[in-house]
């Protein structure tokens, strides 16, 4: 469960530039549900996701995942219990290594330091098991290289490496919107089906309303560093790309002049 109360983040403030990042957001994901967070740019986004990684700090609300108010956790802790893939192919993945040692990287870099390190058979059974979950066929290229896998695949791994440690939050931050648009499909396809098996409570940022409408349980719309609009249930069931597209505020050159 991951609880946003009236989170406030101000840039530069008091000076001409002022920015108000986080204007008193709110937002409550219930344990094991999907959100998609929309929204214009700068609408506060990435503040939101920085803020509940720990890598911006409020200046006034809380965090809670799981009932624990996390608002003063240094980063490195909050690490523990939170996973967030990013935009980019290649930030979560080792290149020059193969998929079984990245795959082992990031077991130990999860909480199995104790263990024995190095690949044994008990551990390339559980790979290959993990991987198998993406229904990309990774499973049977455990000793590839990851530089030789498409952006697709490789976004996927990172996807399967980052939610081994079983968080209790999966980040997603626009994690589809460097692929091509059936790169990005078949990525999505294989996030759901990592979320679904691993019941993953999951907030993913995107720019793609087609994917807002398709997938999770419901839609969050930012706007100036509040929550406009939340859509689920039946209604996000009918919601339309256009219907989603409509309720971004029309921007005036001026406006964009001024963001
Ligand atoms: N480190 C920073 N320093 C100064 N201003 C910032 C900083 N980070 C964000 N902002 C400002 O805060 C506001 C919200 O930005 P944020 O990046 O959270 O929006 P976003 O919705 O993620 O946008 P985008 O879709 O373009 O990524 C913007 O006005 C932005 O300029």
Not at 18 to 34: I, Q, W
């Amino acid at each position: 469960m991951l609880e946003i109360r009236s989170a406030r983040k101000v840039f530069y403030k008091g000076q001409a530039d002022e920015k108000v990042a986080l204007d008193g957001l709110s937002l409550r994901l219930a344990t094991g549900e999907f959100g998609v967070v929309i929204g214009s740019n700068g609408a506060g986004k990435s503040s939101m996701l920085n803020a509940i990684s720990g890598a911006l700090v409020l200046d006034a609300g809380q965090v809670v995942i799981n009932g624990d108010d996390v608002t003063a956790m240094p980063v490195h802790k909050r690490a523990m219990r939170l996973a967030r893939v990013f935009q980019d192919p290649m930030r979560g993945t080792a290149a020059s290594m193969t998929v079984a040692e990245n795959m082992l990287l990031a077991d130990l870099r999860s909480n199995k330091r104790t263990l024995r390190r190095g690949l044994n058979a008990t551990r390339l059974a559980s790979y290959k098991e993990r991987l198998s979950l993406l229904g990309l066929g990774l499973e049977n290229r455990l000793d590839t290289r990851v530089e030789l896998l498409s952006g697709g695949q490789r976004q996927s791994l990172s996807l399967i490496m980052a939610v081994g440690g079983k968080p209790e939050l999966l980040l997603l931050d626009e994690h589809t919107a460097a692929l091509d648009p059936r790169t990005a499909d078949i990525v999505m396809q294989a996030t759901i089906r990592a979320v679904e098996a691993l019941k993953l409570t999951t907030l993913m940022v995107t720019h793609n309303m087609q994917h807002a409408v398709d997938f999770g349980h419901k839609v969050v719309m930012l706007d100036a560093g509040r929550v406009r609009l939340e859509i689920d249930g039946k209604d996000k069931a009918q919601t339309t790309v256009p219907d989603l597209i409509g309720h971004f505020s029309v921007k005036t050159d001026r406006m964009f002049l001024a963001s």
